[in-house]
């Protein structure tokens, strides 16, 4: 068992000094909830937490994680991912004893260990998992994942204990809800564990315990539904709406017909092979969207899974691992998510669940086998898993590569080739950054956010006239991304033309009340206009916004200066 630890080290130790990319920023970087922690058992930064006006849907106890380590590291992303390694070694032995009772109960106690070994190595080692283990992101499928696993381990643990059968039903409950602090997918938990009552409880169990048991998971998951009824509503007004990547020119969410249509393709055209064959992976791809039942991709992913069911019908008696595996991976936050309309239809770290049942079939299968064939066979799996694993996390090393195979990827997806041009136009590599951009625009002349990027390099660059000609039109075409509003009002401010650029900032703050820049740009406006006390007042706004932008301070101090606060 202390193998799977050291396992999950020697394969992600690769990317321990990868930079915090993507998402991260949102959810840690730029969040006040984190940077609000000044120690671990900080109770104010507690306190907002709970107090959150978006509820427990804002994953408080996700964010709580991301403070502690903040902490007690700064933004240290190495610091990040090392408790995203002991979560997932965490999980590796949550898998190992999820399959060790399994096995127990289906009668197979001489092969129950090699079962389990077999089942939390290939769990520590699946690429697909690198997502919600290197991207720090990723943690909240990951830490969501321990209280899942705690809560079917709980399960199999009732079949086996009529004395404490009740209280265990109980923990999956209270796992549940611990699991929502973390991620909405928990609410999957209950319907899980009614698959393993009735596939892997001892067959002395006769049906009337079965139901009795069956009964309190959904009495507990009509309670949970209750009392987080809001929260998942708000969490779906809030997916379905998407405001921010609709106003940097990205496509809405897709309404429910087709969104269900292309995620039940997905769920067989992406992840079910890539359960097995975990290659070419993404961190966007590309999913094509599905507009009509009839469609021959949707019919086929159709009877794969009616397949699976029909597969799992038949062996229930013979093949308890290998049925519940099925089981788990039909039943699984996987599944919810094709019921659930978000504006990526594909995500890899939401599959992290999933990839129990998978280990558990793929377990069973290689412990049929003959012993020295059984031990060849895991080995070299696990080999291969191993080998992938470490090439994938080769790419998370550098946001630069990670977004370059993202596009390589899915050559004509847009979002890839805008955060290239991001990345390319921070690291000083105009030309590039221009070549991505112009990329984006040929395919969509109005994209909010390409627009306002390459206007803000022409400002770098200082070609003036091509950023008032692009963010102009954009202004008029009235666009509700804040930082076009944000660029042209900097345009404004250079060229001297004071209460154009106040307006457009102030407009830039109405879509955004926390947007970047727009607090100091303002404040220098006041300071040229002779009026410091005032531009005093937008740094330090901005400095609650942006707290380690050293202009802000620069500016900050010169202002003070001019009202002879010498220190």
Known sequence: MLALPVLVILLYSNAERAPFVFDDRIHILDNPYVRAFRSTLDSEAISKLIHNPSGLASRPLLLATYGWNFASTGMDAGAFRRINWLIHAVNALLVFLIAFEIAANAGAAGRRFQAALFSGALFAAHPLLTESVTYVSG???????????????????????????????????VCTLIGLLVKQEAI???AAGVVLIWLAWPETETIRRRLTATSTLALGTVLILAI??????????TTQNNWELLAAGFESTLAFFPYFLTAITAYCSYYLWRFV???????DPEIATVSTPLSAPFLISVIVLCALVYAAFCLHKSRTMLVCGIGLILVSPLSAYCVFPLADVVAEHRAYISVLGLVLVLADLIVSLPGAARISVWLCLIGLYGWLTIERNAVWNSEIALWQDASQKAPEKVRPHLNLGALYQISGQRDQAIREYEFVLQRDSNHSAAVSNLGALYLEVQEPGKAEEL?????????????VYLNLGVLRLRQGRYDEARDLLRQALKFNPRQAMAHLNLGDILFNQGRPADAIKEYLEEIEVNPDFALTHLHLAQAQEAMERLK
């Open 139 to 173: 943690r909240s499928s990951s830490l969501c994942a321990t209280f899942y696993f705690m809560g079917l381990f709980a399960v199999l643990r009732a079949g086996r204990s009529k004395s404490l059968r009740w209280p265990l039903l109980a923990a999956l409950i």
């Open 188 to 190: 999957t938990l209950p």
């Open 228 to 237: 987080q009824y809001r929260p998942l509503a708000d969490t779906s007004a």
């Open 277 to 283: 064959l975990p290659v070419n992976l993404s961190l």
């Open 471 to 483: 963010l102009v039109r954009a202004v008029e075409q009235k666009s509700v991304y804040p930082n």
